[in-house]
Antibody
Framework: QITLKESGPTLVKPTQTLTLTCTFS??????????VGWIRQAPGKALEGLALIYWDDDKRYSPSLKSRLTITKDTSRSQVVLTMTNMDPVDTATYYCAHSSVWLFSFDYWGQGTLVTVSS | DIQMTQSPSTLSASVGDRVTVTCRASQSISSWLAWYQQKPGKAPKLLIYKASSLESGVPSRFSGSGSGAEFTLTISSLQPDDFATYYCQHYNTYPSFGQGTKLELK
């Protein structure tokens, strides 16, 4: 079955760079049509799509955060990495990774999420 | 950039009620719309994709409709487990979500 799990620091300081890793199983990111995305949710707020990477290395970013985000994949390790630069307290949120595809354009399997707090 | 607007932001209802949540796009998005259910402290769960396709394992009391710029999620008969927050999501150049509708017990 498909599973995803996020890992990374729980606490980062303002101006630092956040690096989150999504490790998945049950599918391959080299299979045609498959994608993995990152979504975050600040406490008490709505979901916010951040970035998405596809099997062919096509990458999509939120326009408002594009200058700060980089998404990459390591197919051999079944991992997707998201980096976000210049972290600010407003970036405090639960960060999720999720499985997608070009046939659904939605997220059918989600990780449990990881809470990242930005504070000095 | 396409904006997604959900209404209402909060909906009070009782077990057995039929409820509808609406999602409007700032421009036509064909049928590329999904609906999710989220409970506190949990990851969202996909309910509907491509506007009206029911995700496997989701109860048939959930249904989606619409195309173009207006979409609805309907729960035909509310069950106690359905009280949660619901989000619509569109994919254009990147995935974007509505602001959510909290369904609470009246």
């Amino acid at each position: 079955q498909i599973t995803l799990k996020e890992s990374g620091p729980t606490l980062v300081k303002p101006t630092q760079t956040l690096t989150l890793t999504c490790t998945f199983s049950g599918f391959s990111l080299s299979s045609s049509g498959v994608g993995v995305g990152w979504i975050r949710q600040a406490p008490g707020k709505a979901l916010e799509g951040l970035a998405l990477i596809y099997w062919d290395d096509d990458k999509r970013y939120s326009p408002s955060l594009k200058s700060r985000l980089t998404i990459t994949k390591d197919t051999s390790r079944s991992q997707v990495v998201l980096t976000m630069t210049n972290m600010d307290p407003v970036d405090t949120a639960t960060y999720y990774c999720a499985h997608s595809s070009v046939w659904l354009f939605s997220f059918d399997y989600w990780g449990q999420g990881t809470l990242v707090t930005v504070s000095s | 950039d396409i904006q997604m607007t959900q209404s209402p932001s909060t909906l009070s209802a009782s077990v057995g009620d039929r409820v509808t949540v609406t999602c409007r796009a700032s421009q036509s998005i064909s049928s590329w719309l999904a609906w999710y259910q989220q409970k506190p402290g949990k990851a969202p769960k996909l309910l509907i994709y491509k506007a009206s396709s029911l995700e496997s394992g989701v109860p048939s009391r959930f249904s989606g409709s619409g195309s173009g710029a207006e979409f609805t999620l309907t729960i035909s008969s509310l069950q106690p487990d359905d009280f949660a927050t619901y989000y619509c999501q569109h994919y254009n150049t990147y995935p974007s979500f509505g602001q959510g509708t909290k369904l609470e017990l009246k």
